[in-house]
C-alpha cells in the first residue's frame, strides 16, 4: 500500500491543466501523486470534499519593515498574517531601516528568517547609488527574488532616478529587475502645486497618470537598450497597460488588489489618509482598464504591496500621511470575491498568484500544483461569507483599508511544504517558513 506524510482528500483542485477532483499525496513536503488515493494510508488526512485546492499562492510584493519599527510590523507578524490570510509564499521588499543592498544585510536576514518566519520568503535587494557596482553579485545570493529599483521616491530612502545610473544598474547583471516606475523629476516638479491639508483625492493629481507613464516610457527604453528584463510593479494607469503591451520581449506586469477593488475619489472620500499609496488609486477609467489588463493575459502577477504605517502617521494630513496600504492578510479573500463576482475565474487567479510569480522570478519548487513541486497549498471555501475585520488583523499596526468588506469566499487553510500551518483560522504550531530559492 502506498503510504504519504499527508493526503488532501477528494478537493476540487486547480491544476495547471484545468480543475479536477482528485486526491492529493505529499511526501517529504512535496507533491508525490494526484489522482485516486483511496487505496493509500496517509499520516495525516484533510477532507476536502467541499473545498478548492490551490497551489499556495504567493503575495510577492510585501514590505515586512524588518528591521524597522515593530510597532508596525515584523516578518513574524506579517507571515502570521499571510497564513491567516491563505498566503503560503511572500516576497519582501529591501525598503526596511535599515534598507537590504549588502551581502551582509541579506545574510542577516536568511539567518533571521530561519525561526521567525510563518511562509515561505524570498528577499529583495534594493539598489542604492553604494551599490550599483555590486549588484551583479547580490543579486546571485541564495534567496534573493530580484532587484528592487525605486525609480521615483516612496517610502524609505532608496532611489535611482537618472537614466544613466539607471542603465548602469540595467548593464550590472542578468536577473530581471522589478520597478517602481514613477517619474521623479515630475513628481519633484509638481510638488509646489499642492499645499498641505488640501483633500487626500489630490494625491492622485500629483503623481497623475502622466508621472507613471513617463517613468515607464524612460524603463522601457533602457530595458530594450540594454536587453536587461523587467518587471513593472504596481501598474496603475490604463495608459502604461497599453503601452507595456508592445513591451512583452523585455517586461512583465504586477497589478494590486488595491487598483483592483477601490477607485477614486470614493476611496478616498471614505478612508483618507488609509487610502493613500504609492502609485496612487486613480478614478475608475483606470480601474476597469487594470481589470481588462487581467482578462487580457497583459497582467502577469497580482501583488498586495502590503505596505503598513502607523495609524498616527496615516492620519496626517495630505501630503503628510504616510503612503501604503496593508494587504497580506487579505488579499486573497478579496481576490477570491472577485471570482465569485464573475471577474476571473480560480485558475486565472491560481495563474496570477502562484505561477505567474514564481515565472516572473524563476522560484523554485513554486507555484505549480503538480507531482515533484512543493506541497504548498491554499484551501479555500467559495461559498464561505465573511466580513473583514479589524480585531481579525495581526499586524501589530492592526488596520485594514478593507474593513466591512463582506467577502464570499474564504481561505480556510494554508499548508506549507507539508505542513498545515493554518486551518480554520487557528495558527498551527510556531514558525515553519523557509527562504525560497530562486533559479
Ligand atoms: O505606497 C507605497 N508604500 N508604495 C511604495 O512603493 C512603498 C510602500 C511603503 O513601503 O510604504
Known amino acids: 500500500m502506498a503510504t504519504f506524510d499527508l493526503i488532501l482528500r477528494n478537493g476540487t483542485c486547480v491544476l495547471p491543466w484545468g480543475q479536477e477532483v482528485a486526491d492529493v499525496g505529499v511526501r517529504n513536503g512535496k507533491i508525490a501523486a494526484i489522482g485516486d488515493l483511496r487505496g493509500a494510508d496517509a499520516a495525516e488526512l484533510v477532507d476536502c470534499s467541499h473545498l478548492h485546492v490551490l497551489p499556495g499562492l504567493i503575495d510577492a510584493h510585501v514590505h515586512l519593515r524588518d528591521p524597522g519599527d515593530a510597532t508596525v510590523?515584523?516578518?513574524?507578524?506579517?507571515?502570521?498574517?499571510?497564513?491567516?490570510?491563505?498566503?503560503?509564499?511572500?516576497?519582501?521588499?529591501?525598503?526596511?531601516?535599515?534598507?537590504?543592498?549588502?551581502?551582509?544585510?541579506?545574510?542577516?536576514?536568511?539567518?533571521?528568517v530561519r525561526d521567525n518566519t510563518y511562509c515561505d520568503i524570498g528577499f529583495y535587494v534594493g539598489a542604492a547609488r553604494s551599490n550599483?557596482?555590486?549588484?551583479?553579485?547580490?543579486?546571485?545570493?541564495?534567496?534573493?527574488?530580484?532587484i528592487k529599483v525605486f525609480a521615483g521616491s516612496s517610502t524609505g530612502d532608496l532611489m535611482i532616478e537618472d537614466d544613466e545610473s539607471l542603465e548602469r544598474v540595467m548593464r550590472s547583471g542578468r536577473r530581471?529587475?522589478?520597478?517602481?516606475?514613477?517619474?521623479?523629476?515630475?513628481?519633484?516638479?509638481?510638488?509646489?502645486?499642492?499645499?498641505?491639508?488640501?483633500p487626500h483625492a489630490n494625491h492622485a493629481e500629483w503623481r497623475d497618470v502622466e508621472c507613471a507613464l513617463l517613468g515607464t516610457r524612460r524603463l522601457m527604453a533602457?530595458?530594450?537598450?540594454?536587453?536587461r528584463p523587467a518587471h513593472i510593479l504596481h501598474v496603475s494607469t490604463a495608459e502604461e497597460l497599453d503601452y507595456l503591451k508592445d513591451f512583452r520581449d523585455v517586461a512583465t506586469v504586477e497589478v494590486l488588489v488595491n487598483?483592483?477593488?477601490?477607485?477614486?475619489?470614493?476611496?478616498?472620500?471614505?478612508?483618507?489618509?488609509?487610502?493613500?499609496?504609492?502609485?496612487?488609486?486613480?478614478?475608475?477609467?483606470?480601474?476597469?482598464?487594470?481589470?481588462a489588463a487581467v482578462a487580457d493575459g497583459t497582467v502577469d502577477v497580482i501583488g498586495s504591496d502590503h505596505a503598513p504605517h502607523s495609524r498616527a502617521n496615516k492620519e496626517k494630513p495630505w501630503p503628510d500621511c504616510s503612503a501604503g496600504l496593508t494587504g497580506v492578510?487579505?488579499?486573497?479573500?478579496?481576490?477570491l470575491t472577485q471570482v465569485n463576482a464573475g471577474r476571473l475565474s480560480l485558475s486565472r487567479l491560481a495563474d496570477l498568484m502562484a505561477a505567474g510569480p514564481a515565472r516572473v522570478y524563476g522560484a523554485v519548487g513554486k507555484g505549480r500544483l503538480a507531482a515533484g513541486y512543493d506541497a504548498d497549498f491554499t484551501l479555500v471555501d467559495m461559498k464561505k461569507s465573511r466580513t473583514i475585520e479589524e480585531s481579525?488583523?495581526?499586524?501589530?499596526?492592526?488596520?485594514?483599508?478593507?474593513?466591512?468588506?463582506?467577502?464570499?469566499?474564504?481561505?480556510?487553510?494554508t499548508?506549507?511544504?507539508?505542513?498545515?500551518?493554518?486551518?480554520?483560522?487557528e495558527v498551527i504550531g510556531g514558525p515553519k517558513g523557509a527562504p525560497i530559492n530562486f533559479a
Not at 180 to 198: C, I, N, V, W
Not at 222 to 227: D, F, M, W
Not at 415 to 425: A, E, F, L, S, Y
Request: a negative charge; hydrophobic letters at 35%; proline letters at 7%.
Open 176 to 198: 530581471r529587475i522589478a520597478y517602481h516606475s514613477e517619474d521623479e523629476y515630475r513628481l519633484q516638479a509638481r510638488k509646489p502645486m499642492f499645499t498641505k491639508g488640501m
Open 329 to 335: 492578510q487579505t488579499i486573497v479573500p478579496m481576490m
Open 73 to 112: 510590523e515584523t516578518i513574524p507578524t506579517g507571515t502570521k498574517a499571510a497564513i491567516l490570510g491563505g498566503i503560503t509564499g511572500v516576497f519582501d521588499m529591501p525598503n526596511t531601516a535599515p534598507s537590504i543592498t549588502t551581502r551582509e544585510k541579506i545574510d542577516w536576514k536568511r539567518d533571521y
Open 132 to 146: 550599483i557596482a555590486e549588484l551583479g553579485e547580490l543579486e546571485a545570493e541564495k534567496n534573493v527574488c530580484a
Open 415 to 425: 499548508i506549507v511544504r507539508g505542513h498545515i500551518v493554518m486551518r480554520d483560522d
Open 259 to 291: 487598483h483592483l477593488t477601490q477607485w477614486g475619489p470614493d476611496a478616498y472620500e471614505r478612508l483618507g489618509g488609509y487610502a493613500v499609496m504609492n502609485p496612487p488609486i486613480r478614478d475608475k477609467r483606470h480601474y476597469e482598464a487594470a481589470w
Open 392 to 413: 481579525w488583523i495581526v499586524s501589530p499596526c492592526g488596520w485594514t483599508p478593507f474593513a466591512g468588506e463582506t467577502c464570499t469566499a474564504w481561505p480556510v487553510g
Open 222 to 227: 533602457l530595458a530594450r537598450e540594454t536587453g
